[in-house]
């Protein structure tokens, strides 16, 4: 049997952030979210899990998930959930939506 080293206590593994970006194909705003999602993403790597959603390859899980207009950045979980509209370019505004 192992046993914990005495000092600090260690930190409780916190849940992956799970994000969906929902996207319209080649929409010069859509290319650009994902861009600046993906930068955010590397720089939390291992925190975030990332799907990418095309509303024109799959228009109806897009309208069950409320998604009128894209590009749209929703947090899954942990809760609460977040929803964000826009390219995502104001990364400190995106960080302060997400609770990040």
Known sequence: MKRKKAGRPSKPETAAVVLRLYISKNAPNSILALANINAIANDYVGKIK?????????????????????????????????????????????LLGLGL
Do not use: F, Q, Y
């Open 50 to 94: 990332l799907e990418v959603i095309d509303v024109l390859e799959h228009p109806l899980r897009a309208l069950a998930d409320g998604i009128l207009v894209t590009p749209s950045l929703t947090k899954a979980s942990p809760l609460p959930r977040a929803k964000i509209v826009g390219n995502l370019n104001d990364t400190d505004k995106v």
